[in-house]
């Protein structure tokens, strides 16, 4: 087929055009280069999910945001494994990598304020006092940490401050022989005051201790009544009582259910310093 003079002359035009069609637009592949680059936004956290962390996972325990005048966040992560104690250091990089994880989330507007909480194995999130740290964005962040929920590195579980206890209060309780003639059941990291508290039996009798990370606490106790594995408080109107569960944590009840928990504590004193 021959071609007419007109389109012979409009053919080299034609493919001149097309050629500069099929030519990519520098500006647009460098636009979608970099936004092939750039980090995808992750699901927002919900409960029940977990994600490891260098020292071991961890779950969500609750999550809740909202927006009050500016958005905020409220979370809760529990330790998975009930063995785990943590340094201050590696407390402070969960809450920190948690805190950056959420601020990666997929929303419209990142949160002005947070306020996380880190809890031990075995605590139930919101009902529990017994969290191992806190840590609180507004204009700047600070971190609430119980150092007895700490890893304790002492070789001696015996190990306390020998020098005398300042601030202390009334002596309560029947005063016990020396603790090393008595049969520790076990001890606990108690949430408030820094202490640890202790189940003790001397003779036939059983005991609760709480001791300070002075020597000279820990001489008395107050009585327990035990039933096979329950420890109850003896003249508690709640119906008060302990049980120890097999993963170790020391749970609380009264007459209505489940109170809360303390994680197993290394020694019998607190550390050094313990808030």
Not at 78 to 102: H, P, Q, S, Y
Not at 150 to 178: I, N
């Amino acid at each position: 087929m021959r071609l007419s003079p007109c389109a012979t002359l409009l053919l080299p035009l034609a493919l001149a055009l097309g050629a500069c069609g099929n030519k990519e637009n520098p500006a647009q592949t460098t636009r979608t280069a970099t936004a092939d680059q750039a980090p995808a936004c992750q699901h927002l956290l919900a409960r029940g999910d977990a994600f490891k962390l260098p020292f071991g996972e961890v779950e969500v325990a609750a999550y809740e945001e909202g927006s009050l005048g500016s958005p905020w966040i409220t979370a809760s992560f529990v330790l998975k494994d009930f063995e785990l104690r943590l340094t201050e250091a590696e407390v402070r990089d969960a809450l920190a990598t948690t805190l950056e994880r959420i601020e990666k989330s997929c929303r419209q507007e990142s949160a002005e304020r947070a306020r996380l909480f880190l809890y031990p194995a075995g605590a139930i999130a919101g009902q529990s006092s017994a969290w191992i740290a806190r840590l609180e964005k507004d204009k700047g962040t600070d971190v609430d940490m119980r150092r007895h929920f700490l890893k304790d590195s002492r070789g001696d579980r015996y190990a306390c401050l020998a020098e005398k206890e300042p601030g202390r209060s009334l002596d309560m309780g029947t005063r016990l022989p020396p603790v090393r003639q008595r049969e520790i059941v076990g001890t606990w990291a108690k949430p408030e005051f820094g202490l640890t508290m202790s189940i003790e039996r001397v003779g036939k009798k059983v005991y609760r201790v709480y001791r300070s990370a002075h020597c000279a606490s820990g001489d008395r106790g107050e009585r327990l009544r035990e039933n096979a594995d329950h420890f109850y408080v003896v003249d508690s109107s709640h119906g008060d009582y302990y049980q120890v569960q097999p993963s170790g944590e020391l749970v609380i009840f009264d007459q209505e259910g489940r109170i809360d928990m303390m994680p197993v504590h290394f020694a019998l004193h607190p550390i050094f310093g313990a808030e």
